[in-house]
């Protein structure tokens, strides 16, 4: 193979992708908005999605190409067009996204920019693959971790979430780059669909604090797709590291 182009290379699911890869002697080069130091196998190389500067020295000589780059908002969609029309000059065989699930049924604006990067990677002209996966257990824990300095800890009323372990998905991804190009992937879910109530509760003894639940109703189109599990992937329960373990690798015995 080729050498392999991961996108948001210093990100939670991009640094597993780049670990992965250059365990499986893979040539990598990670993708950073800063400049970094080489070593362990990988070649950094600095440029940015949004602005396009240094994307087409990114992608020159590269056969696949794995994007798991955010900025968390509108911005993805211009950064996937970017990528997508300098890994067409460049000749790129196979571009990977990395979406979320529920990104066609959810409608809140993040999810919008998801599906409308997925429209671009499939018009694209290149070979591609769309592979969604659920929530990261990355994820619950940062939205935990600040709504337990709140006064009282929010949780969306009648949600349930699906948490998978970011490093299941990376070896999915892994798998997915060797593969090549497969058009949508089968979704990948964590072991459990659980009340989002439930994990609030987990993270909280596991973290030895004491706060109020508030039930708060997410109002619209989004509340609605939400309580009816717009978000999950229940045919697909891929992962099989749970909530409660990653608790205790942060917290430990707290």
Known sequence: MGTVLVTGATGVL??????LLVARGVAVRGLSRRVRS???????????LVTGEGVAGAVAGVEVVVDCATTVGRKDVAAVRTLVAEAGRAGVRHLLYVSIVGVDRVPIPYYRAKLA??????????????LRAT???????????VSARLPVFP???GAWVQPVDVREVAV?????????????????????????????EAYLRASGRRRVLLPVRVPGASGRALRAGGNLTPERKVGRGTFEEVLAERFGDH
């Not at 991009?14 to 670990?19: A, D, K, L, N, Y």
């Not at 080489?38 to 940015?48: K, L, M, P, R």
């Not at 990067?117 to 694209?124: L, M, T």
Request: glycine share 16%; hydrophobic share 40%.
């Open 172 to 200: 999915r991804v892994a798998e997915l780059v060797r593969e090549g190009p497969a058009g949508y992937a089968p979704e990948v879910g964590g072991p459990r669909v659980r009340p989002y109530r439930e994990l609030a």
């Open 38 to 48: 080489g070593g362990a196998g990988v070649e950094w190389v600095v440029g940015d």
């Open 135 to 145: 929530q990261f257990h990355d994820l619950l824990l940062r939205i935990f971790d």
């Open 14 to 19: 991009g640094r597993e992708v780049v670990r």
């Open 117 to 130: 990067c997925e429209r671009v990677v499939r018009e694209s002209g290149l070979g591609w693959t769309v």
């Open 155 to 157: 949780v969306p009323g």
